[in-house]
């Protein structure tokens, strides 16, 4: 029963600086790092705090999951990124909810006392696509178990089993979103807990809006034609006509 804490990077080296540090011990009993080819100091500081860095060759966030993966032994398995908007204090409880049996463990920007860090903005445009997508899911899914409040957070724990089992292939951020969705469908424990989001530090956002809501777009369109579902051109419909006016701005973080 053991614990691996998978930091993905790439040029955050104001958020390792702030979080690093701030890692308890014993928080993991095996803590590397992925690592897209930064130039900023990222590696050398990782490297300070004697965490095993593995080289990202191929560009994607879920390139660097697979990556992560392939490079731990842990049984019970969290991703972190260190860019400020993930609370390093939920790490703890995602291992916590895996070692009780979920089989995925997500830390949710939508559940009661969560916060997400387009709270404040008058439009929360990123949120509202989030939203809609997670929608979507539940509805195609999930529709006779608990709700799933946040889909896409990359912020997340999986048991190794389940990860290998999924064998998600996804290249980029919709690697969450497939993750998720496989779970649904194969009716397996996905557990959520209210974090509070907040504001990057530091760094450059990955991904382009443009880009990252079409791959959104396009995988759920693909998995709902791949089911062949009775009520799947309803769903389809509402999707791409929703989403398609929406999804340039689902990646403002993402």
Same mark, same amino acid.
Do not use: C
């Given at each position: 029963? !053991? ?7 790439l ?9 690093? =540090? ?14 897209? $080819? ?13 965490? =095993?860095?593995?080289?990202q ?6 390139e ?8 731990? !032994? $842990?049984?019970?398995i969290?991703?972190?990124? =260190?860019?400020?908007?993930?609370? =390093? ?16 463990? %997500? ?21 509202w696509?989030?939203q ?9 899914w999930?529709r ?9 957070? $990359? ?16 290249? $980029? ?27 990057? %530090? ?31 051109p ?12 929406v !999804? ?7």
């Amino acid at each position: 029963m !053991s614990r691996t804490l998978i930091i993905l990077t790439l040029n955050e080296i104001e958020g390792v600086r702030t979080f690093i =540090p701030l890692l308890p011990n014993d928080v993991a009993d095996e803590i590397i790092a992925v690592d897209g $080819g930064s130039t900023d100091g990222t590696r050398e500081f990782l490297q300070e705090y004697q965490i =095993p860095i593995f080289n990202q060759t191929r560009r994607g966030r879920g390139e660097a999951f697979r990556v992560g993966v392939a490079h731990s !032994s $842990g049984e019970f398995i969290v991703f972190f990124s =260190p860019d400020g908007n993930e609370d =390093p204090d939920d790490i703890p409880r995602l291992f916590e909810l895996l070692e009780a049996g979920a089989d995925i463990a %997500i830390a949710s920007r939508f559940l009661p006392g969560a916060q997400n860090e387009e709270d404040d903005e008058a439009l929360p445009l990123r949120k509202w696509v989030n939203q809609a997508f997670t929608l979507l899911a539940n509805l195609n899914w999930n529709r006779d178990r608990p709700y799933v409040t946040d889909t896409i957070n $990359g912020y997340r724990g999986v048991r190794r089993a389940v990860f290998e089992a999924i064998s998600p292939s996804s290249m $980029g951020y919709t690697i969450e979103y497939e993750m998720t969705i496989a779970a649904m469908r194969a009716k397996l424990t996905i557990v959520e807990i209210p974090t509070i989001e907040q504001k990057r %530090i530091g760094g450059e956002t990955k991904g382009a809006s443009w880009p990252t809501g079409v791959a959104f777009l396009k995988f759920f369109l693909g998995e709902v034609k791949r089911d062949v579902q009775p009520h799947a051109p309803l769903v389809v419909l509402a999707g791409a006509v929703g989403l398609v006016l929406v !999804s340039w701005a689902i990646a403002r973080r993402r």
